[in-house]
């Protein structure tokens, strides 16, 4: 607890520092969204842990937009929550994924992943659901300014992904699951580099 009052305080003097006011609140709902409510009170108890602990990530995005441009005040533009909201939707596949192949592990440390508390005729859909989503989401920033070198990043990323989370729905196991975690971290490193590189070309112009 005291190592994570530390942190936490510095990372919110950090945020009020660069960010301020909308950033360190935000960096305060995510750091107490995963320290107490996901790490605490959900891991070992609900099968929706990774759910509401994908909230923790969300915020991270929307403290480093607020962040990145604290002139906008109380506001965020639509791009950072909708972003938000992909990563928000990426956590429970990309860890559920992982999870179909440690079942072991997580049932003898009592986390009851969905994987590992119901059979695959749920969980696989359920995956395969979250993933459409995310996928359909990650292009919805085209329509609020991101250009096209994003919106390519977003389908090398994005239709792998939805094609291994297909063939898990098809045929569930450890190694399609395996293929889809791996396709999950693809995923989320070439959209993140999408978002980069269109935010430089952009600031170039």
């Known amino acids: 607890p005291a190592t994570f009052a530390l942190l ?3 990372s919110l003097m950090m945020a009020w520092s660069v960010g301020g006011t909308l ?5 305060f709902l995510g750091a107490v969204t995963y320290g107490v409510v996901y790490t605490v009170w959900l891991k070992a108890r ?4 990774i759910v509401i602990g994908g909230a923790a990530g ?3 995005v929307l403290a480093g937009a607020a962040a990145a441009a604290p ?4 506001a965020l533009g639509p791009v950072p929550v909708l972003l938000a909201g ?3 939707l990426w956590t429970p596949p990309h860890f559920w994924s992982l999870a179909v192949t440690r079942c072991e592990d997580y ?3 009592g986390i009851p992943m969905l994987p590992v508390v119901s059979e695959p005729a749920v969980w696989a859909p359920v995956i395969f659901c979250h993933v459409a989503v995310l996928v359909a989401l990650s292009f919805l920033p085209l329509a609020f300014g991101m250009g096209p070198l ?3 990043f977003a389908a090398l990323g994005g239709l792998p992904f939805l094609l291994a989370a297909w063939r898990l729905l098809r045929a569930p196991g450890r190694q399609a699951a395996m293929r889809t975690f791996r396709a999950s971290l693809a995923q989320f490193a070439l959209l993140a580099t999408g978002v980069i590189l269109d935010g430089a070309a952009r600031w170039a112009a």
Do not use: I
């Open 8 to 10: 936490l305080a510095g």
């Open 23 to 27: 950033a360190t609140v935000l960096v």
């Open 46 to 49: 609900s099968v929706w842990n």
């Open 58 to 60: 969300s915020f991270a």
């Open 71 to 74: 002139e906008q005040g109380p």
């Open 86 to 88: 992909v990563l928000f």
């Open 107 to 109: 049932r003898r440390a």
């Open 150 to 152: 994003y919106g390519a």
